[in-house]
């Protein structure tokens, strides 16, 4: 069974290499065993989207920032590893913008 190939696509124009790389990390430290690969892809415009096997997990174009990283772990989760508990990203605080 293929594993999952999840790709940060990042604006080189913008400088956002090091905001991938550490959003790279903390997915590739969460998931160790359930992604298959993780790819940063140089872009330009403005871009930084997150993708796992073709489907776009997060566009800041289209959500009008970047992700914050709790909600982005359990996006992931949610399809690779349901059921998964994620420990502190999973517990949502008061006051949590975005989140009901």
Known sequence: MPTPRLEIEYCTQCRWLLRAAWT???????????????????GV???FEIRLDGET????????GFPELPALKRMVRDRV???RDLGHSD????????EN
Do not use: C, H, I, Y
């Open 91 to 98: 517990r949502r605080t008061a006051g949590t913008s975005g």
């Open 24 to 42: 790279a990390q903390e997915l590739l430290t969460t998931f160790t065993t359930d992604l298959g690969e993780v790819v940063l892809v140089p």
């Open 45 to 47: 415009g403005g871009v």
């Open 81 to 83: 590893a349901p059921g």
């Open 57 to 64: 997990l997060w566009s800041r174009k289209a959500e009008g």
